[in-house]
């Protein structure tokens, strides 16, 4: 059963850079599929961040594409997200996810970890 | 304001049937597979649905999904209390390049 689990600061400062942290178990990243990155401000809806595949090509959302890197740790079976010149509306909970396949659907879900923006 | 459009709320009695509705255009659902997710209260998005209409293992079948043109709906039978939650629709947007989700609808099982 593929299990993910996000680890990071639950607390960052204006202006610095939000650092995530999603560990795979039960599959390993480089037997496919693409992996991302979704996040949900407080009492809203979805959002979604980017993605990356294990060969390290990713794709990002072009709203935040400027200030997000996604990367791949294949010895670590890990995929990270860095997402920098945060404010107050990036304080969110950040989901890391697996997609199913070539439909964009994301089968597999963190638990989700809050990150809150504030000096 | 969300690509897709999802009603805010819904509401339907135990054991009655509810369908959630979400609207797009041309270069989201109109082009690409929709997929529906169940949010319950302080837990993380589960997918229901994926490729329109189709259930991932352990997905009850009282779930179903269904895509005409630029709108897909998401059918739930046998209402159920447990069932409350927030439901979202997804899919990729060919002109926006990026995956995208509708603004979430609520629903109540009075």
């Known amino acids: 059963q593929v299990q993910l689990q996000e680890s990071g600061p639950g607390l960052v400062k204006p202006s610095e850079t939000l650092s995530l942290t999603c560990a795979v178990s039960g599959y390993s990243i480089t037997s496919g599929y693409y992996w991302g990155w979704i996040r949900q401000s407080p009492g809203k809806g979805l959002e979604w961040i980017g993605s990356i595949y294990h060969s390290g090509s990713t794709y990002y959302n072009p709203s935040l594409k400027s200030r997000v890197t996604i990367s791949v740790d294949t010895s670590k079976n890990q995929f990270s997200l860095k997402l920098s010149s945060v404010t107050a509306a990036d304080t969110a909970v950040y989901y890391c996810?697996?997609?199913?396949?070539?439909?964009?659907?994301?089968?597999?879900w963190g638990q989700g970890t809050l990150v809150t923006v504030s000096s | 304001q969300s690509v897709l459009t999802q009603p805010p709320s819904v509401s339907a009695a135990p054991g009655q049937k509810v369908t959630i509705s979400c609207s797009g255009s041309s270069s989201n659902i109109g082009n690409n597979y929709v997929s529906w997710y169940q949010q319950l209260p302080g837990t993380a998005p589960k997918l229901l649905i994926y490729?329109?209409?189709k259930r991932p293992s352990g997905i009850p079948d009282r779930f179903s999904g269904s895509k005409s043109g630029t709108s897909a709906t998401l059918g739930i039978t046998g209402l159920q209390t447990g069932d409350e939650a927030d439901f979202y629709c997804g899919t990729w947007d060919s002109s926006l390049s990026a995956v995208v989700f509708g603004g979430g609808t609520k629903l109540t099982v009075l």
């Open positions: 490729e329109n209409n």
């Open positions: 996810a697996r997609l199913l396949g070539g439909s964009y659907a994301f089968g597999y």
